[in-house]
Nanobody, 123 residues
Framework: VQLVESGGGSVQVGGSLRLSCVASGDTIGRYCMGWFRQIPDKEREGIASIYTGDRTTHYADSVKGRFTISRDRAENMILLQANSLNAEDTAMYYC??????????????????WGQGTQVTVS
């Protein structure tokens, strides 16, 4: 499976972005998929996950109430709607597929397929 993220960019504080993660090589019918972000010299932070089978979602406290993860089966992708952005949201954002279905756990080493990332800059 290959993942390609897009939708990043520069936005002002309080603004919004919608990130996309398109999968190829397999359908995303029943996967646990997640969004992570990373800034230089920091560990990758899991922020949202979704079980594509029934759309069950989980969020990190840092984004809860501001970010929404969803899936688009027709386009074989997941989305991340990021609202009320602040400077602390500046990071490279990655999508990934977990190797099992424990979607509530954001341990990065449990995710086996990663995209190349898309940069989000909030200023």
């Amino acid at each position: 499976v290959q993942l390609v993220e897009s939708g990043g960019g520069s936005v002002q504080v309080g603004g919004s972005l919608r990130l996309s993660c398109v999968a190829s090589g397999d359908t995303i019918g029943r996967y646990c998929m997640g969004w992570f972000r990373q800034i230089p010299d920091k560990e990758r932070e899991g922020i949202a996950s979704i079980y594509t089978g029934d759309r069950t979602t989980h969020y990190a406290d840092s984004v809860k109430g501001r970010f929404t993860i969803s899936r688009d089966r027709a386009e074989n992708m997941i989305l991340l709607q990021a609202n009320s952005l602040n400077a602390e949201d500046t990071a490279m954002y990655y999508c990934a597929i977990r190797t099992d279905l424990h979607c509530g756990n954001f341990t990065a080493t449990r995710f086996g397929f990663w995209g190349q990332g898309t940069q989000v800059t909030v200023s």
